[in-house]
């Protein structure tokens, strides 16, 4: 007997249920035979009450684990042994950071760790019947395309250093037959709103293509991190149907509404292609989030004049839409993955472990130039209008 090991959380948006799976082994289609049991773990309950669920199915042979979040390891942990299979988003970087764990941590597909080289074309959400059970007026699940990011150039990224281990090019694996998945994922029973992640840091441009020319059913939500570069701009310009992008929920990976900071970090975007992209998305029926950072070493007054002229024409044509079409989203403190990345910028630093290795951030004092000028564009973005939401902005906190 298998275990099979998904995490999920919960949240609560004007009294409606929402409901978020993490499936990292998403693609395979599950045996008949039923020569497994899956538990669906909480991210809120304990390390000890997983503990006493596993427990309840011994003895098993293996426990397959899919990993979204480094808090996920760090709940499992504790009691991993040589029975694991960790996969999901997170395995790769593991791998390549060589986080020493019992047990098998499998980077690629689930198909390939089983022997079968041919992925399965058909996804088949097996928790559908559990969500159910859940009731929540909106789930939404992984289903990952691919993996690697096309670009993998930004200074801050981690993906630069681990997934893409320094390479822009050559590092991405995609599906090859992405328009075939989007097609055949459908709205789960009893569920107001379906939506899957596709759980790629930044989707190529070739990928993109495939989704809006697929025959997906377009009542049900994909949502996906999108890079503001020519050759995807140039994807979404030749397709001027205003519903090509119904039910898209796109995190543009911005960081910053100034062209110095974007430079800076090696973005290879510009903030006319940063502005462009969202009034693209919005035009052709999708939802927009600015991904942005906080708390720049290198903020200064003319990152606080460029932000506030893109706020400006942002805000031109933003009134032409509901105000949940387009919104900021604070992925919070700029955080470095290497010493020499942070190091570029200064050499007052801080860092935190976790997953075991570490994550610098920069310390800025509170009387500096750079802290004030953070300060103000953080309150620009705040009271611009749009809908703020994700951490709060360091300097702004109360002292
Ligand atoms: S585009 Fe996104 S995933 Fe790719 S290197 Fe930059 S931040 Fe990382």
Same mark, same amino acid.
């Given at each position: 007997m298998d275990l099979y090991i998904t995490f999920f959380g919960k949240a609560e948006l004007n009294g409606k249920g929402l409901l978020y799976i993490a499936n990292g082994f998403s693609f395979f289609e599950r045996k008949e035979d039923k020569d497994y049991i899956d538990l669906y773990v909480n991210r809120d309950k304990p390390a000890s009450f997983i503990e006493k669920e596993i427990s309840?199915?011994?003895?098993?042979?293996t426990i397959y684990c899919s990993l979204s979040i480094a808090q996920d390891l760090e709940t499992i942990r504790p009691f991993i042994t040589d029975k694991w299979v960790l996969g999901g988003p997170l395995a790769s970087g593991l791998i390549a950071r060589g986080v020493d764990l019992p047990g098998k941590i499998i980077a690629g597909y689930y198909e390939k760790h089983q022997g079968n080289d041919r992925l399965s074309c058909q996804f088949t959400p097996y928790f559908r019947d559990w969500a159910q059970?859940? /009731? *929540?007026y909106f789930v939404s699940f992984n289903c990952s395309i691919g993996k690697g990011?096309?670009?993998?150039?930004?200074?801050?990224?981690?993906y630069r250093y681990f997934d893409n281990q320094g390479k822009a090019d050559g590092r991405i694996s995609l599906r090859s037959n992405i328009g075939d998945i989007v097609a055949q994922l459908r709205p789960l029973p009893g569920v107001e709103i379906s939506n899957a992640h596709l759980g790629i840091p930044a989707i190529p441009p070739k990928a993109l293509k495939q989704i809006l020319e697929?025959?997906?059913?377009?009542q049900f939500g994909l949502s996906t991190f999108m890079r503001a570069d020519d050759t995807i701009l140039d994807v979404l310009r030749a397709?001027?149907?205003?519903?090509?992008?119904?039910?898209m929920f796109v995190a543009i990976?911005? /960081? *910053?509404?100034?062209q110095f900071a974007l430079d800076k970090l090696n973005k290879g975007t510009t903030l006319e292609n940063t502005i462009e992209i969202a009034k693209l998305i919005l035009e052709r029926g999708g939802y927009v989030t600015y991904d942005i950072m906080d708390?720049?070493?290198?903020?200064n007054r003319q990152m606080v004049a460029e932000t506030l002229d893109a706020l400006k024409k942002l805000k031109e044509f933003k009134c032409?839409?509901?105000?949940?079409r387009i919104s900021f989203y604070n992925n919070g403190v700029t955080q470095w993955p290497t010493k020499e990345a942070v190091n570029e910028f200064t050499d007052d630093y801080s860092h935190f472990d976790h997953l075991g290795y570490k994550s610098y951030i920069t310390n800025i004092p509170k009387n500096s130039d750079a802290f004030e000028c953070n300060r103000q564009i953080s309150l620009a973005l705040q009271n611009s209008g749009f809908w703020n939401f994700g951490e709060p902005y360091k300097s702004l906190e109360q002292a």
């Open positions: 309840k199915h011994q003895p098993v042979d059970t859940e /009731e *929540s990011c096309y670009w993998g150039k930004c200074k801050f990224c981690e697929s025959k997906r059913d377009k397709y001027k149907d205003n519903t090509i992008c119904q039910n990976g911005c /960081e *910053s509404l100034s708390h720049y070493v290198f903020a032409e839409y509901p105000k949940q």
